[in-house]
């Protein structure tokens, strides 16, 4: 998929460099018993109505597409590529030539409409866009979209992979971020890189585009008071860098080890 600078007829198309998505399906809405409505909170607790994570807010109204599970097994044929409003990954709408159904799955790079993709426990070719457990590929390959038996978990973001690194009791996996993790042998993967490759070599152009994509303004700490941050007033000289609450950041770990043993 190819890049589109815009003209600059005006300051915020001056910069503003698009992808040019004229090989996705135009209507996003056929097959509708694969939608459902989204409701958005914004941020904010559904019980209390308290702000629960910063800078969320407006947007426009999204639909949820239903993926199919990881654990399905479907010979289909690829139908069009789609665009996801919930995910910077396309959507791949296939039809089973099994069950004489429609299913929708997270595209990879270099596959097009009319390709045949094949999902089994038990594969003897191994192509761009096929699915199976993690036991069956090769070591070495490229995969994205590992996923249990109903979650995905890793490599599901636009141009993201990983690689299958070893094969004992457990599989090890380098992750994008060059983390090393290893998950059971039983988990699903999908061969390939996803799709979208080139998301990161966009540019917004101005503030209403980010509005309109559910994100609001973030305001530096030492901008503010001091009764809103512990930066404010411009005082924040000889501290450490802080949350609003107080809480060390830039550098200390996020994440807890046990998650990924």
């Known amino acids: 998929m190819n890049l589109k600078k815009k003209i600059a007829t005006t300051s915020s198309l001056r910069h503003q460099v698009n992808l040019q998505k004229n090989v996705l399906l135009k209507k996003n809405n056929i097959i509708k018993y694969l939608i459902r409505g989204v409701k958005f909170h914004n941020g904010r607790s559904s019980r209390t109505g308290s702000i629960t994570t910063r800078h969320k807010g407006g947007g426009c109204k999204k639909n949820l597409h239903i993926l199919s599970l990881p654990k399905d097994s479907y010979l289909s044929l690829c139908i069009a590529h789609m665009y996801n409003a919930n995910q910077n990954a396309f959507l791949m709408l296939n039809f089973d030539l099994i069950t004489k159904k429609f299913k929708k799955t997270i595209s990879s790079i270099n596959t097009f409409p009319g390709s045949i993709f094949l ?30 038996n ?22 090890k996996l380098r992750l994008p971020s060059g983390l090393i993790v290893s998950i059971k042998k039983n988990f699903f993967a999908t061969i390939g890189v996803t799709s979208n490759l080139k998301l990161n070599l966009t540019f917004v152009g101005k503030a209403g585009r980010s509005r309109l994509n559910n994100i609001r303004p973030s305001v530096r700490g030492i901008a503010m008071n001091p009764v809103d941050h512990p930066h404010g007033g411009k005082s924040n000289g000889g501290m ?13 770990p996020t994440v807890k080890k046990s998650k990924y043993e």
């Open 150 to 171: 109903y979650k995905s978990k890793y490599g599901t973001s636009a141009g993201s992979f990983c690689q299958l690194l070893e094969i004992k009791k457990k599989c």
């Open 240 to 252: 450490p860098p802080v949350t609003p609450w107080g809480i060390p950041t830039r550098g200390k």
């Open 119 to 148: 999902s089994s426990f038990s594969l003897s070719e191994y192509f761009i866009g096929y699915k199976t457990i993690l036991q069956n590929i090769p070591i070495g390959t490229i995969v994205h979209s590992i996923s249990s």
